[in-house]
């Protein structure tokens, strides 16, 4: 929160294409931290990890935007491109990442700092791609904008304009719970410390996610439904599905054996659970191809940071806060809010449909000044 926003605004001055040699870099280093016992080492470590995440969620889709208006390509490419970013980024590689982790510390008994040295292998990898094949764009290259005032004009581009509000208020209520979602499922799935297959259900989770996209892909490629009409239904949905381990407690009975095997409520729960990571999968491309058309060219990396204060601090407050509330409450929290982003998301519809219908009437009444000036 504190760094990796400073660190992801000087993307839109500095160049994108920095940033994202950048995010190599800084999370080598932070990779490379693993291999001390040292608290202080790690730290810094999870402080270079920070800054090269909000890197990563914000300069890479902040350069591909760029880039694709800039070479003049179809708007509708854009959106296939987020779908299949999401289907084999999020879904396919990181199953086989997952099983190749595995592979590094159980088959080849290499420990389990393994897989960190082969991230760093993959991150030079890309940083090699990256400096070779890309051009470097900007946000605003303004020499005579300096930080605070980059801050303050996206502070401003926000207040102003209510789309950027809405749509920045719907991400952080989607991936706060997400991310909460992601300490709660384990414990969820084994009150009674059974024995649960967790490779197996999360690479389950990543194939629903993968399925979420593909389908998102399919609904972006049609002039109808909208994105923002059917992302509302999608809220809807996910709100339902992590309202599961609470109607579970009162119409299944809880196990008392300690131990043994998933339980039925537990196989429930599963069922909602890979619903809501379908409705991940159609979250992510849809939420990049609303900030494509919504986000100010100028100082995207910025405003996509800020989105990013409000979602870390819930996401630090409910941690801290884990033990001191059931999980049902938790996860009734986080339905709650996805509720509020159905809401938000039907608000954000209804005013992207005002211009439209403002240019229509205009072309109306042009066109019977026109007819009278012929008469």
Not at 144 to 152: A, G, P
Not at 252 to 273: D, E, H, N, T
Not at 321 to 338: Q, R
Request: hydrophobic share 50%; aromatic share 12%.
């Amino acid at each position: 929160m504190l760094f990796g926003t400073i660190v992801g605004s000087l993307a839109d001055k500095q160049g994108r294409k920095r940033a994202c040699v950048t995010y190599c870099i800084t999370y080598i280093l932070s990779c490379i931290t693993k291999h001390s016992p040292q608290y202080k080492v790690l730290m810094i470590g999870r402080v270079l990890g920070g800054i090269a995440t909000s890197l990563l969620f914000s300069a890479f889709e902040s350069w591909l935007v760029a880039e694709h208006n800039k070479r003049g390509f179809d708007q509708q490419w854009l959106s296939l491109t987020f779908s299949k970013a999401i289907f084999l980024g999020n879904g396919l590689v990181a199953i086989l990442a997952g099983l190749f982790g595995n592979l590094l510390v159980d088959t080849l008994s290499l420990g389990p700092v393994a897989p960190f040295d082969a991230a760093s292998c993959f991150l030079a990898i890309g940083m090699a791609i990256i400096l070779s094949s890309w051009s470097e764009n900007y946000g605003d290259p303004s020499e005579s904008k300096d930080l605070l005032t980059q801050f303050r004009g996206a502070a401003v581009a926000i207040a102003s304009d209510e789309k950027i509000a809405l749509l920045g208020a719907i991400q952080s209520l989607f991936e706060g719970s997400m991310y909460t979602f992601v300490f709660l499922w384990t414990p969820a799935l084994s009150p009674n410390d059974e024995e649960i297959p967790h490779g197996f259900i999360f690479a389950t989770f990543m194939l629903a996610s993968m399925l979420g996209s593909s389908l998102a892909s399919r609904l972006m490629a049609r002039t109808s439904p909208r994105v923002e009409s059917y992302m509302q239904i999608v809220f809807v949905i996910s709100s339902a599905s992590l309202l599961l381990p609470i109607i579970t407690t009162f119409l299944v009975a809880p196990s008392k054996v300690r131990g043994g095997s998933i339980s039925l409520a537990g196989c429930i729960q599963v069922l909602g659970f890979c619903t809501f990571e379908a409705c991940v999968g159609i979250f992510w491309p849809s939420i990049m191809k609303m900030r494509s058309q919504y986000i100010p060219e100028e100082a995207r990396s910025t405003i996509m940071n800020f989105f990013r204060i409000p979602l870390n601090i819930f996401v630090c407050i409910v941690l801290y806060n884990v033990d001191a509330f059931p999980i049902t409450v938790m996860f009734g929290m986080c339905s709650i809010f996805l509720f509020v982003a159905s809401i938000l998301q039907r608000r954000l519809m209804v005013i992207s449909d005002k211009p439209k219908a403002e240019s229509w009437i205009s072309v109306k009444e042009r066109d019977t000044e026109a007819e009278a000036l012929n008469i």
